[in-house]
């Protein structure tokens, strides 16, 4: 791992933001519009996404996880008193030390290496991707969810395998520990493990609702 180190102005959400995947944002708040006017000068125009841990999105003294996702600016529109962007997820880093958050959130980052894949992993992300379709076909049916069954993902394997895990209908502390992942081997069988366990609560959901309608009033 690289010891390198740099200053990155940092978005806590609630949620949880992989490599590869778009994140839409709406910015109102004074301090994040600083944190953008700030970025949007910058050549890369990158900034932090971590999980909030505790707290909420709005207001600050929420307590942040300490592993999240570069986000790069791809597009921004200013409409309605507020600031809409898109952003994609790059490089993984972890939190090396939390600075003042004055007139925004910031840290000092360290980025986390690519997770390599020889054949056996690719023939392995197949499988998951499989699963984790099958889940969002049945899930779909009942739930409203924000990625569909046949969304297109990248060509490229590297940056597959996290779109694969950031369209799983996972929880975000699900995610976070995806995120975490030290292999994409580890990965992949976390995936593959926690998407079925969505999967048989969903059905557990769908069976207890038919139970109910089954009762006579």
Same mark, same amino acid.
């Given at each position: 791992?690289?010891?390198?180190?740099?200053?990155?102005?940092?978005?806590?959400?609630?949620?949880?933001?992989?490599?590869?995947?778009?994140?839409?944002?709406?910015?109102?708040?004074?301090?994040?519009?600083?944190?953008?006017?700030?970025?949007?000068?910058?050549?890369?125009?990158?900034?932090?996404?971590?999980?909030?841990?505790?707290?909420?999105?709005?207001?600050?003294?929420?307590?942040?996880?300490?592993?999240?996702?570069?986000?790069?600016?791809?597009?921004?529109?200013?409409?309605?008193?507020?600031?809409?962007?898109?952003?994609?997820?790059?490089?993984?880093?972890?939190?090396?030390?939390?600075?003042?958050?004055?007139?925004?959130?910031?840290?000092?980052?360290?980025?986390?290496?690519?997770? %390599?894949?020889?054949?056996?992993? #690719? =023939?392995?992300? /197949?499988?998951?991707? @499989? +699963?984790?379709?099958?889940? *969002?076909? !049945?899930?779909?049916?009942?739930?409203?969810?924000?990625?569909?069954?046949?969304?297109?993902?990248?060509?490229?394997? %590297?940056?597959?395998?996290?779109? #694969? =895990?950031?369209? /799983?209908?996972?929880? @975000? +502390?699900?995610?976070?520990? *995806?995120? !975490?992942?030290?292999?994409?081997?580890?990965?992949?069988?976390?995936?593959?493990?926690?998407?079925?366990?969505?999967?048989?609560?969903?059905?557990?959901?769908? =069976?207890?609702? /038919?139970?109910?309608?089954? +009762?006579?009033?």
């Amino acid at each position: 791992m690289s010891a390198a180190t740099r200053e990155l102005p940092m978005f806590p959400l609630g949620s949880v933001l992989f490599p590869g995947m778009p994140l839409p944002l709406r910015v109102f708040e004074p301090r994040y519009v600083a944190m953008l006017s700030s970025v949007l000068g910058e050549v890369e125009r990158e900034f932090g996404v971590v999980l909030i841990e505790r707290g909420s999105e709005v207001g600050g003294g929420d307590v942040r996880f300490g592993v999240g996702t570069v986000a790069r600016i791809a597009s921004v529109e200013i409409a309605d008193g507020s600031i809409g962007l898109i952003a994609t997820g790059a490089a993984r880093f972890e939190v090396v030390r939390w600075l003042e958050d004055d007139p925004f959130p910031r840290a000092e980052v360290r980025e986390l290496p690519n997770l %390599a894949l020889d054949a056996p992993t #690719v =023939a392995e992300l /197949a499988t998951a991707e @499989a +699963l984790v379709r099958a889940t *969002l076909t !049945r899930a779909s049916e009942f739930v409203q969810l924000p990625w569909a069954p046949d969304v297109e993902l990248s060509g490229d394997p %590297a940056k597959r395998l996290w779109q #694969v =895990a950031g369209i /799983a209908p996972l929880g @975000a +502390l699900d995610q976070l520990a *995806l995120l !975490r992942s030290g292999t994409a081997p580890e990965l992949l069988a976390r995936l593959v493990e926690e998407t079925r366990a969505a999967d048989d609560r969903f059905t557990a959901g769908w =069976a207890d609702d /038919a139970d109910d309608g089954d +009762l006579a009033p």
